[in-house]
């Protein structure tokens, strides 16, 4: 795919997918925005993407605040003038019901994970260019859990109920589709010299008998940027390997249950 002076902002995009992001949209031609809390990992970033040819602009910020969104897209603006694609992929957890998760914690998560990507979205709407797309990064446990996610999981479910809703409410302007990540393993963006350490049991679940790679993300969200693809619209994309799909009882496949007595 060719990115050619596209304008690109991601959220999160110091490290791991974000980081992944950021690269890729670059290497391919885009001229990059990105927004990180973290400050040192975001400059390396930028310098990476620089010294590889790329164009980038770094800007450090909590996406939880909404003066910083508000300074972010304004850079963006003074800097490039319209934007092609927002991808908003930050979010974090702060746990859930069973470790506590305050009342204060449970709403920041909301915040960087639904309420960022709402106002990015408008702030951005006078902004965008014709053919624009916005790809919202959500994740497979928007559609099941484990215990104590709760802060994390919600936001992943509110990032996947806004994409319909903006697409409907945008429609002729801007598409917006979500990727729902499985299990991806981000470690070579967060530290060069990573060495992969999984079981075959890590493998083997997954339909595909591998673990996913930032890639993975990244290819899917150029694909339903692609001005190719204008018919995919509102839609989630889930990327896990097919382990949402693979019915698991006690005693198949090697699988067993040991509940805890």
């Not at 053919?131 to 994740?139: D, L, P, R």
């Not at 204008?230 to 839609?235: K, L, R």
């Amino acid at each position: 795919m060719d990115f050619t002076n596209k304008v690109c902002v991601v959220t999160g995009g110091a490290l791991g997918i974000g980081r992944c992001l950021t690269q890729e949209f670059a290497r391919l031609g885009a001229k990059m925005a990105f927004i990180d809390m973290n400050e040192t990992a975001g400059e390396e970033n930028l310098q990476l993407i620089r010294q590889a040819g790329g164009e980038a602009l770094f800007f450090h910020g909590d996406t939880a605040e909404e003066e910083v969104l508000k300074q972010f897209v304004q850079k963006v603006v003074d800097t490039y003038g319209k934007v092609d694609y927002l991808i908003n992929n930050a979010c974090l957890s702060k746990g859930g019901i069973l470790s506590g998760c305050s009342y204060e914690d449970f709403n920041y998560v909301l915040r960087v994970g639904v309420s960022a990507p709402y106002f990015l979205s408008l702030l951005l709407l006078p902004h965008f260019n014709q053919g624009a797309s916005i790809v919202n990064i959500a994740s497979t446990r928007a559609f099941q859990s484990q215990p104590d996610t709760e802060s994390y999981t919600a936001a992943k479910g509110g990032i996947s109920a806004l994409t319909h809703a903006l697409a409907a409410s945008l429609a002729g302007r801007v598409r917006v589709n979500t990727i729902s990540p499985g299990w991806i393993d981000t470690g070579a963006y967060h530290d060069a010299d990573y060495i992969p350490q999984h079981s075959a049991g890590d493998l083997l679940q997954h339909t595909v008998k591998r673990i996913g790679h930032p890639l993975d993300i990244v290819r899917a969200v150029m694909f339903l940027c692609s001005e190719e693809n204008s018919f995919i619209n509102g839609q989630n994309l889930t990327v896990d390997g097919g382990m949402t799909k693979l019915m698991i009882y006690h005693g198949d496949h090697g699988w067993t249950f040991a509940p805890e007595v």
